[in-house]
């Protein structure tokens, strides 16, 4: 049975894991920011997050998107691909948020 003190530590890398879900659900119209009252704590985290599973993640995104941009169909899904690869490197201290953009629109 776990106590207070021993789960409160992987809360933040549950949130960030959920942050990277909904980011993957619907990437389209969606970009991420680097929040500006990001400290230490997520820089420690993030290094913690890369070396266990940023990596793996974007090792995992980088390869899935090769295939993708193969099919005319695809081609919009490698790029969402390949915009998950900053987020899963690096997700602690970050936003999503909306372009104001359509989809495609440059």
Known sequence: MLRGADHRATIP??????????FMLWPFGRTTV???D??????????????FAGWWL???HIVTSIPLFLSI???????????????SLTPL????VSTDQGFGAR
Not at 93 to 96: P, S, V
């Open 13 to 22: 890398f549950g949130i960030a894991s959920f942050r990277l879900a909904g």
């Open 34 to 36: 680097v929040r500006d």
């Open 38 to 51: 990001a400290g230490a704590p997520s820089c420690v985290g993030n290094v913690i997050w890369l070396v």
């Open 58 to 60: 974007a090792l995992g």
């Open 73 to 87: 169909i695809g081609i919009p899904f490698g790029w969402a691909n390949l915009k998950m690869v900053p987020i």
């Open 93 to 96: 201290g970050r936003d999503i």
